[in-house]
């Protein structure tokens, strides 16, 4: 699995100071675990609206630190909670778990 991350677009992001992005890292690790989470206990409850949150959050910090593997996954997971659905989550939530685990290593 690829985590597929742009470093130099998150370089430019902290305006290349390389103790900021480990920092913004670092929570981003801390929230996305929270996020994550939540995600779990709302596809238990099967409920996409509980869902979607999480997964807008995870999406965006992702965005932000060109994390472009959890982005993409964030944002497929949210698109089908916005239509109601849990499909996309159920089947790629392990995935994301795995990926995530991947960015806290960086």
Known sequence: MD????REFAMGQVDNDEALLKELL???KDSA???L???AQAVALDDPVKARGPAHSIKGAAASLGLEA????AT???KDCREG???VAMENLSQLEI???MAAEL
């Open 3 to 6: 985590l597929r991350w742009n």
């Open 26 to 28: 670092t929570i981003f």
């Open 33 to 35: 675990a929270s996020d």
């Open 37 to 39: 989470a939540a995600m």
């Open 70 to 73: 959890i982005r993409d996954m």
């Open 76 to 78: 497929a997971i949210e």
């Open 85 to 87: 659905s849990l499909t």
């Open 99 to 101: 990926l995530l685990k």
